[in-house]
């Protein structure tokens, strides 16, 4: 897979802290620790959030990446 | 597959209680004793959750993986 | 296949009374008499279920696995 | 395909009288001449039906499989 | 492809009138001109309908296989 | 691809003016530039019609394939 | 890939600024930095629009292409 896929882009994050938008409109924010081609991957520290508050926190979660609308990564 | 792939995070829990969202927004929580790449995966002790209540207990379930949204594991 | 994969347990259970929930919330209790990998399943003396009331008796019922939230198998 | 497969029950029951759930909770009732491993079908006098009673007559229909949510067969 | 395969039922009617359900609940009549194995199909003379009246004429219509529902074609 | 796909039909069209009908119910009309088997296709010229108004020019848009309804092609 | 592709027309825009409309209606503006051929993308200096308003900025975000309605892209 080209270093250009936008995919590698997400892959580079790992470690960082990202924002998950799902299409249920709900947004994950934590620590990347995983990701795969799918967009599946798996957030540390996961906490919910709604208008920058804190809804819920969860520990360690696994997304599957049908769900995911866009992520927001580090530049 | 590499140890590295989301779905692998998932591989590590079985026999742990773990709780999944699905699309539909029920959470159910229960021991994972199977599971596959697709996310299919199956609890013995099933429990349909609402705000930390238990609304109803299932036994064993086999929740299709095309359903869940994301799925709280333990660290 | 592997022994071990979610859908073996659904194998398992031929002939056994399993419950199917579908994405429109509707479920559906009957004998299991085939399954496949897609989950695609035929039940035997099939009743549609709403709060354990009987809805409706349906005879023979080919359910398209791509429809099934959960199933519920017995232990 | 073994004749174990689900969708081998539905072949089985070629000019047989079938009805059809659609997930726009339509049903279709109609003599089964064509069956595909998609459940893609066709349907001779076919009937829609609500509540046991007739909306409309159609011939010959072509029924799309991937919105079939069940079929209900003769034993 | 099999000459009992659903879809060739579709094909036997190329230049004959059918009329198409679309999952949006839109029907169109037309002459059937081209059609492949996922239901795209092209209309001549195209027309959307509602309750038996035309509600407008499109000429040409190309229509995505994966919208249909069912298909009413002649016997 | 033989000549008879239905794709084939829009491939044909490439130049003239076509309107596109998206499952949101939007409606673009434009020339057609590029197009390919999943009807992915560029329009330019691009606008957004209701009623036969312009809602709003767009220039150059792409328009991805599996959001299309139907497209309306000159005959 | 042909040239003639209607994604290529994406990929000639790397670096410029292009909306992309989401299936939620919503409307992100950037300068695009990658995609691939399921339009999968990343936009760096990332805006959510309204009505020609910003609604938000979110710096880098990558883009999961099923959510993709049509991409505005300069001429």
Chains 1, 2, 3, 4, 5, 6, 7 share one sequence.
Not at 6 to 21: F, N, R, T, Y
Not at 24 to 40: A, E, V
Request: hydrophobic share 40%.
């Amino acid at each position: 897979m080209s270093e250009k896929m936008p995919i590698k882009a997400l892959e580079q994050q790992l470690e960082d802290v990202i924002s998950v938008k799902l299409k249920d409109q709900r947004i994950f924010r934590g620590h990347l620790t995983r990701c795969d081609m799918y967009m599946n991957l798996t957030l540390a520290e996961a906490e919910e959030m709604e208008n920058e508050q804190i809804l819920a926190k969860y520990g360690q979660i696994l997304i599957r990446g049908n769900n995911i609308l866009w992520i927001q990564i580090p530049e």
